[in-house]
């Protein structure tokens, strides 16, 4: 746990220094929020305008690794790197087919609702109901569980 968070630490401050609009979302936003003990990978939204200066930045820390798109999710950039080991996947346009229907969640600025100082380093989140939003679509039920628990 202690690489991942150290890689976190080394893309936060790669996209600050590179003034890209990010926000973290997924397992890790769970980790931060204290509803999940660990995260697997990275997940970084990104505004889609802002997505060749990230991939440029992020290629100086690490390598760029093939997309294998899925059926479920019609995002617009879906870029994955490897960084000293850990997979790092930066999100911009994020579109979810669900039900046959495109559900389609840009990163705006109104959706970075706090910022955390980590190691130094400002980490802007994503909020958990917008994530729980994301995961009831993506059928991820045990995250929407995990979610819901906390407001009881």
């Known amino acids: 746990m202690k690489k991942k968070l150290n890689v976190l630490q080394q893309v936060a401050h790669t996209l600050n220094q590179t003034e890209v609009m990010w926000a973290i979302g997924g397992s890790v936003l769970l980790y931060f929020k204290g509803i999940a003990e660990k995260f697997n990978d990275i997940d970084i939204m990104i505004k889609e305008s802002d997505v060749e200066r990230a991939k440029a930045a992020l290629l100086k820390i690490g390598k760029g690794q093939?997309?294998?798109?899925h059926p479920q999710y019609k995002t617009k950039h879906f870029?994955?790197?490897?960084?000293?080991?850990?997979?790092?996947?930066?999100?911009?346009?994020?579109?979810?087919?669900?039900?046959?229907?495109?559900?389609?969640?840009?990163?705006?600025e109104k959706d970075i609702v706090e910022k955390i100082d980590f190691k130094g380093e400002m980490i802007p989140l994503q909020s958990i109901k917008t994530w729980r939003k994301y995961y009831q679509l993506m059928e991820r039920n045990e995250k929407v569980k995990l979610i819901d628990q906390l407001d009881k």
């Open 79 to 108: 870029l994955e790197f490897k960084i000293d080991g850990i997979d790092v996947d930066v999100i911009a346009g994020f579109t979810i087919v669900y039900q046959n229907e495109t559900h389609y969640f840009p990163l705006k």
């Open 66 to 69: 093939p997309n294998i798109p």
